[in-house]
């Protein structure tokens, strides 16, 4: 309470209350993902801190700048488990980049300025401040120190020339070379750079999920990005490449399947900021701790100095092949004729079934490919990661390393504030998106005209494709909807919306799908739209989890 009557005095500082803490650091994450500069967000002590758990962990494992205020109980309280009192600096420790328990108030300006500095510089993360309530309750005259220095703390670091040029000395010897980028491209500014060293080198881009956006997947160039979900012609180019430059990434298992057999029979370079990530997933041959910018920036002087001769023709005419083999794209399956969604919905006419990839493909082209998206967790993020093509770093804001249901929407409404001169559209799952659905009640309250499309199967989508190809099709309480009504859509989001004075409406033929779209987008309201897709649709490509490529797929 003391923070937040000082907040009400604050003429820098605008305040929104989300409904719930995990929604409101989500919503930190978002502003913090569409900017680049820290989100911040605040909860009292006990639940309230502990609700902010899965936002700071998820800040964690994507490299986010996010600043996290908690409450504590009155010093002289701490350890004899006072009312709403939790350890949070404890129990955060794994999942922070640092933390402080403030114990005099005069330190908490040096503080806030190291905690921002520290989220914000090398590696991004969250840090957490703990403030007990005595504390909160002195009053000081703010001194800030003139600059921050952490002792131990470096995190400019950069590659050596010698390094650099091995680098180049392999692309000149190779043949096959494979780009593999990810979100440390964005996170660190270096899009244009990768660009302009692709431009170089001719060289084919493949990202991470995290990485989408850091190249333009409408470039001949561009693989868009791989792993278990990601394009096969990534997938099968990373397979045969005969050189690996990977550029800030950290050879996650959903990217690498079975890790030892991640190109396999390639030279595999990793430059990263991070040290401990060196090794750590994949051994490589030629490790390069730097900064991913000062990297980009010096081999393209280095270029500049002495250009490569080979652009690599007849790789890029191979790799153009494995694009024409694999395209992604979407049919009416039989599995979907003989659905009971046709049979329930449809009156047995599939030719207005709305698939969940052609949604997405459309909204692509009424938004000409300019929109900020966020998702939620499950097929629905695979598929918007797949079918709208993005442009721009910051462009795609989804939980990647965590995998947190229930972001979409509060990562929508952070970055609505963040960039309120952009549409804003969440893409989310039905049960994803009712995991925070009492943030419309903010985005009505707090005039955030963050939009969302629900792909509405009413199942837990990606449990039911690993049920149906790893359980015989046995429903493990993945059915979201009412058993007893099968023909009703449940829960009736459009009715939801209207409680929270918000929007919405629901579309479930196909010939209603764009104009229903345009609507949305049209409105300078926050907006929900109910898509009804069948809930029999796989994504692919798929590789399973710890297998090869060899095993993918695809059609």
Same mark, same amino acid.
């Given at each position: 309470m003391e923070i937040h009557q000082a907040l009400t005095r604050s003429k820098q500082i605008r305040t929104y209350l989300p409904r719930h803490e995990q929604g409101g650091a989500f919503a930190a994450e978002g502003y913090a993902r569409v900017t680049g500069k820290a989100g911040v967000c605040m909860a009292t002590s006990g639940p309230g801190a502990t609700n902010l758990v899965t936002g700071i962990a998820d800040a964690y494992m994507d490299s986010v700048p996010l600043i996290a205020i908690t409450g504590q109980v009155p010093q002289a309280m701490i350890g004899k488990g006072a009312f709403q009192e939790t350890d949070i600096f404890g129990m955060t420790l794994p999942v922070v980049k640092h933390s402080y328990l403030v114990t005099d108030i005069n330190t908490?300006?040096?503080?806030?300025?190291?905690?921002?500095?520290?989220?914000?510089?090398?590696?991004?993360?969250?840090?957490?401040?703990?403030?007990?309530?005595n504390v909160q309750q002195q009053r000081t005259t703010p001194v800030f120190p003139d600059a921050v220095s952490l002792r131990g703390y470096s995190p400019e670091r950069r590659a050596d020339d010698a390094s650099l040029l091995k680098i180049l000395d392999l692309i000149a010897k190779a043949e096959r070379p494979v780009l593999y980028c990810g979100g440390g491209i964005i996170t660190s500014g270096s899009a244009a750079e990768l660009r302009r060293f692709a431009a170089a080198t001719g060289i084919p881009v493949t990202t991470t999920i995290m990485g989408c956006g850091a190249f333009p997947e409408t470039d001949p160039l561009s693989l868009k990005w791989l792993g278990m979900h990601g394009s096969a012609y990534a997938n099968w180019a990373v397979a045969e490449a005969d050189l690996l *430059?990977?550029?800030?990434?950290?050879?996650?298992? !959903? %990217? #690498?399947?079975? &890790?030892? +057999?991640?190109?396999?029979?390639?030279?595999?370079?990793?430059?990263?900021?991070?040290?401990?990530?060196?090794?750590?997933?994949?051994?490589?041959?030629?490790?390069?701790?730097?900064?991913?910018?000062y990297a980009l920036e010096?081999?393209?002087?280095?270029?500049?100095?002495?250009?490569?001769?080979?652009?690599?023709?007849?790789?890029?005419?191979?790799?153009?092949? *494995?694009?024409?083999?694999?395209?992604?794209?979407? !049919? %009416? #399956?039989?599995? &979907?004729? +003989?659905?009971?969604?046709?049979?329930?919905h449809m009156g047995g006419d599939a030719s207005q079934v709305i698939l969940?990839?052609?949604?997405?493909?459309?909204?692509?082209?009424?938004?000409?490919?300019?929109?900020?998206?966020?998702?939620g967790v499950g097929q629905h993020q695979m598929w918007a990661g797949q079918f709208y093509q993005y442009s721009q770093p910051r462009q795609f804001v989804t939980s990647a390393g965590l995998g947190s249901m229930g972001f979409g929407y509060p990562a929508a409404l952070g970055a609505k504030v963040a960039r309120p001169d952009k549409q804003v559209i969440d893409i989310d799952g039905d049960g994803s998106f009712l995991m925070n659905v009492q943030e419309l009640a903010t985005a009505h309250i707090e005039g955030i005209a963050a939009k969302a499309m629900i792909l509405n199967n009413q199942h837990l989508g990606m449990v039911v494709q690993w049920e149906d190809r790893f359980y015989q099709g046995n429903r493990g309480h993945t059915y979201l909807g009412d058993p007893d009504f099968r023909q009703r859509i449940y829960p009736d989001f459009v009715a939801i919306a209207k409680?929270?004075?918000?929007?919405?409406?629901?579309?479930?033929?196909?010939?209603?799908?764009?104009?229903?779209?345009?609507?949305?987008?049209?409105?300078?309201?926050?907006?929900?739209?109910?898509?009804?897709?069948p809930y029999t649709e796989h994504v692919l490509p798929f590789i399973p989890a710890g297998r090869t490529v060899q095993e993918m797929i695809w059609a």
């Open positions: 908490l300006p040096r503080v806030v300025q190291e905690a921002f500095h520290i989220a914000q510089t090398g590696r991004p993360g969250p840090v957490l401040i703990d403030v007990p309530k *430059l990977a550029f800030g990434v950290r050879f996650d298992d !959903r %990217v #690498t399947g079975k &890790v030892d +057999k991640f190109c396999e029979h390639g030279t595999i370079v990793h430059i990263d900021i991070d040290a401990s990530e060196i090794n750590k997933n994949r051994a490589v041959h030629l490790p390069v701790i730097s900064d991913i910018r010096r081999l393209n002087a280095l270029l500049a100095e002495r250009p490569l001769p080979a652009r690599f023709e007849a790789w890029q005419a191979r790799v153009a092949e *494995l694009k024409a083999k694999a395209p992604l794209n979407w !049919r %009416v #399956t039989e599995e &979907v004729l +003989k659905s009971q969604h046709v049979q329930d969940p990839q052609e949604a997405i493909a459309v909204l692509y082209e009424l938004t000409k490919g300019e929109a900020i998206i966020t998702t409680a929270f004075n918000v929007p919405c409406e629901r579309v479930m033929f196909r010939r209603d799908l764009r104009a229903a779209i345009q609507r949305m987008l049209d409105s300078d309201q926050p907006y929900l739209l109910d898509v009804i897709t």
